[in-house]
């Protein structure tokens, strides 16, 4: 009897224990906790047995299954004219509100051929074009994540950053919005991450173009290479040879661009490399 009872004890506090879990109000993280402009964030929401519905910045978050409950990514916007950002998701986990410091960009000047700074009409017209086509091409991103680990940044030392403001021989400035890696011709260009190639095309400023879609509202763009190895629609795991290290477009030297897209726009691609993302390898019972 006292062996029977002693069972009937420990599964009963074994029930609660459970039910205590199961009754546990979901937790919301941000990562980073301060950001800049440009910046990629992360939200998850940890415990939670159902697709959340929330907002950063009064923008809709699109979220996945992660192995802990679920995760978006959102950009922190580059004209942000807030001192945070306040992320919201509904069903009980009290709201949170991200920090936003302040950065000034570098300036630099750029010697490039004159037809390059200063191209005319047919020319902006292609890069009209050619912009259009990038941009749909995020669409192709959405739903669930492609990939099961974490992104792998590229070989090469960062040759110029995100966000630097570059002044042309003609006096055109605009905002880099990559990350710029040093490497010597035709070096293999792998995919950060598995995903499906969405587009490939030969642009006018960005030249030999590669994007990957990985789901969960995630691009890759790889610029100015030799040349291509993918076609569109192909499917790719990470490591995957996408092209090789060129100088095609608007350049000043071989080199790999790279830039990120996330809901909400183009983020500074260290900044996205360094959040703990997590995806499910299976989408949790409910989803």
């Not at 997590?278 to 409910?286: E, F, N």
């Amino acid at each position: 009897m006292p062996r029977f009872t002693s069972r009937v004890a420990v599964g009963v506090l074994g029930v609660l224990a459970a039910a205590g879990v199961a009754g546990a109000e979901p937790k919301l993280a941000v990562s980073p906790a301060a950001v800049h402009p440009g910046d990629a964030v992360v939200v998850s929401v940890l415990g939670a047995t159902s697709m959340p519905e929330g907002k950063a910045g009064g923008q809709p978050l699109h979220f996945f299954p992660a192995k802990a409950g679920y995760q978006a990514v959102f950009a922190t916007a580059l004209d942000i004219n807030e001192d945070h950002v306040l992320v919201e998701v509904t069903g009980g986990p009290k709201p949170v509100s991200v920090p936003v410091t302040p950065v000034t960009f570098p300036e630099t000047k750029l010697v490039v051929e004159d037809e390059m700074a200063n191209p005319p009409k047919a020319d902006r017209e292609r890069i009209d074009a050619d912009n259009h086509a990038i941009e749909q091409s995020y669409a192709k991103a959405a739903g669930a994540p492609l990939f099961t680990r974490g992104f792998r940044r590229p070989a090469g030392a960062a040759t110029s950053k995100f966000g630097e403001w570059r002044t042309f021989n003609d006096g055109h400035r605009s905002q880099h919005l990559g990350l710029d890696l040093g490497e010597s011709e035709n070096t293999k260009v792998a995919a950060i991450n598995a995903g499906t190639v969405v587009l490939v095309r030969d642009t006018f400023l960005a030249g030999n173009v590669v994007v990957v879609a990985h789901g969960a509202g995630i691009s890759s763009l790889y610029f100015h290479l030799s040349k291509a190895s993918v076609a569109e629609g192909d499917t790719v795991a990470q490591g995957a040879e996408l092209g090789r290290v060129g100088h095609t477009g608007r350049t000043t030297g071989p080199h790999l661009h790279l830039s990120i897209h996330v809901s909400g726009g183009l983020v500074d691609p260290t900044s996205f490399l360094a959040l703990p993302l997590a995806p499910a390898a299976t989408p949790p019972a409910g989803t």
